[in-house]
């Protein structure tokens, strides 16, 4: 069995990797504007070539495209086809820091470009983990649109027969201002993850997410999670968005309803928050908006 000390060893062996860059073009094609606006619940007709898209809409373009044999067995390219080969089997998405400078715009082709920023081992209280930190940079008409910088965090896999750990449950903020009440249906978890070409299984394959990876049910997409939370707060803004960073805190599961709430924080900033059915905190996001 390897030991806490050999981990760490062997995610600080990726270093190498640490400032390598990977740029993968899109079209921004009409058609997959129009599919993510019916997603969204919005008119896909209201989009045209030319169209501004809505500031944080830039997530859902740039899939990375590989070959199905490089795909592994949870549905994730095979470590090292994209992303560093961190040795941890389970990776998911925890946190996003967004600069606002532009949008993208229907049929007017962007690039994204994607750094390794960091890569750190930890030993935490759900065992052993490793923070994988890259930055996009997001172009188009020769102009910088948009700066992200994630956090992935990389998992064991739980022992068979047990449930995967989650942090512990803190309530949600109680001063909200508004609130969005959504169902996280098949249907809609489904779309999102065809439209930015997702196959983690966590999402669809019940079976697999609940005897593999130790979830009581399939999980929603976290990249879903926050594009709802950011067009329900710009549902609710009187200025051009900025900046927004948010936290994922707790699991929220396909086919369950949450409120997406939010409260403004002085006359530039909001804070956003997903609640639970126990009203429990699930993520929170904090959004500036321009003077």
Not at 113 to 125: D, G, H, M, Q
Not at 126 to 149: H, K
Not at 173 to 184: C, F, G, I, R, Y
Not at 277 to 290: A, P, R
Request: proline share 7%; with cysteine; aromatic share 6%.
């Amino acid at each position: 069995m390897q030991s806490d000390e050999d981990f760490i060893a062997s995610v600080v062996a990726l270093d190498a990797f640490v400032g390598t860059k990977s740029v993968v073009a899109d079209e921004i094609g009409l058609s997959v504007v129009r599919r993510i606006a019916g997603m969204l619940n919005e008119e896909p007709n209201a989009f045209s070539s030319g169209t501004p898209l809505p500031p944080h809409w830039f997530g859902m373009f740039f899939p990375n495209v590989t070959k199905q044999s490089d795909i592994g067995p949870d549905g994730h390219p095979n470590p090292g086809v994209v992303l560093p080969p961190i040795p941890l089997p389970r990776r998911m998405g925890a946190g996003r820091r967004v600069k606002i400078m532009g949008t993208l715009k229907a049929g007017v082709a962007a690039t994204r470009t994607t750094e390794v920023i960091s890569i750190t081992p930890k030993i935490a209280r759900t065992g052993r983990i490793a923070i994988l930190t890259l930055r996009d940079v997001i172009e188009t008409d020769g102009s910088i649109i948009a700066t992200d910088e994630t956090d992935a965090i990389y998992r064991e896999m739980p022992p068979p027969g047990e449930k995967s750990k989650v942090t512990q449950a803190i309530p949600a903020p109680n001063n909200a201002e508004w609130s969005d009440t959504v169902t996280l249906t098949e249907a809609l978890v489904f779309r999102y993850s065809a439209v930015t070409w997702n196959a983690h299984r966590i999402h669809y394959d019940a079976d697999y997410s609940r005897d593999i990876e130790g979830y009581p049910a399939t999980v929603q997409n976290g990249g879903l999670t926050m594009t709802l939370m950011a067009g329900a707060a710009l549902k609710r803004a009187s200025a051009q968005l900025s900046t927004f960073n948010v936290r994922l805190t707790r699991p929220i599961h396909v086919g369950d309803t949450v409120d997406i709430c939010g409260a403004m924080v002085d006359d530039n900033g909001m804070n956003c928050w997903v609640a639970d059915k126990n009203g429990s905190q699930c993520g929170l996001m904090e959004l500036g908006f321009k003077k």
